[in-house]
């Protein structure tokens, strides 16, 4: 599959987006997608989609809660989902851009 990515792994074009990016995106990252990691990558298209912009680290975890409840909404949970950043990797593999908050 040919996706076009930003030089740090972001897909180019939000419409390009569906599951089996979604999927590449994950396979790409080392990160293997469980119904949990799906709950939060589409959450994150939902935010982004109606907010049109992305949180800080702590501005997501406090929505995660707000729409799953504190046992989700929290950064060790998160974070054992997306290990190295999650709210880095979320974005990614929900076709976003990079957070600006992100390195």
């Not at 939000?14 to 799906?38: C, G, K, R």
């Not at 409840?69 to 974005?91: D, H, I, M, T, W």
Request: hydrophobic residues 45%; charged residues 15%; contains cysteine.
């Amino acid at each position: 599959m040919d996706l076009i990515v930003t030089e740090h792994g972001f897909l180019v074009n939000f419409d390009d987006w569906n599951e089996v990016v979604a999927q590449e995106l994950a396979n790409l990252n080392s990160i293997i997608l469980t119904p949990a990691h799906w709950e939060i990558v589409l959450f994150m298209r939902g935010y982004y989609e109606k907010f049109n912009y992305l949180p800080n680290t702590r501005i997501f975890v406090k929505a995660v809660a707000n729409q799953f409840g504190v046992e989700k909404g929290n950064s060790r949970y998160l974070q054992n989902l997306f290990p190295e950043s999650p709210l880095k990797y979320a974005c990614l593999i929900a076709g976003l851009p990079k957070p600006p908050t992100c390195l």
